[in-house]
């Protein structure tokens, strides 16, 4: 059974699980969807001033939405993404990084006369460090009935 807006209690906190990176994996999304030097070529300038390879911001999103969808919008009776209020990328995602994910619900806003709400939820990926490399401030339109 899904989970309805109303069953989404603000401070509920789902783990969507982890994700380890490697730096074939990094230089192969970099190739492909972000062709930067430090994301792609592991002895460059750019690479090196980082101490190797990064991933590019959006394969660290990529990673934190397979990981949401895998483990908690799967699990909600959601309509449609809304969008988001910010995404920021806190500090470099390297090869060997196992990224864990979190999302936390931060409202629920009922809409008068339909049966949704929108909720805002709160996504981060961390290292096994704790080091917190992601967050993402999202909305998404969940049914109520």
Do not use: C, K
Request: hydrophobic residues 45%; proline residues 6%.
């Amino acid at each position: 059974m899904l989970l309805l807006a109303g069953d989404l209690a603000v401070g509920t906190v789902f783990d969507i699980g982890s994700h380890r990176l490697s730096e074939r994996e990094i230089v192969d999304f970099g190739r492909a969807w972000d062709p930067l030097p430090h994301h792609t070529e592991p002895g460059s300038a750019p690479a090196l001033r980082f101490g190797g390879v990064i991933a590019s911001g959006v394969h660290v999103l990529a990673v934190f939405q397979r990981l949401q969808v895998d483990a908690f919008l799967r699990r909600v009776a959601v309509v449609a993404g809304m969008g988001t209020d910010g995404m920021h990328l806190l500090a470099p995602s390297r090869p060997g990084d196992v990224l864990s994910g979190r999302v936390e619900i931060v409202a629920v806003t009922p809409r008068p006369g339909r049966d949704d709400a929108i909720v805002r939820t709160l996504g981060r990926l961390s290292t096994g460090t704790g080091t917190v490399v992601f967050e993402v401030d999202a909305r998404i339109l969940v049914r109520n009935a």
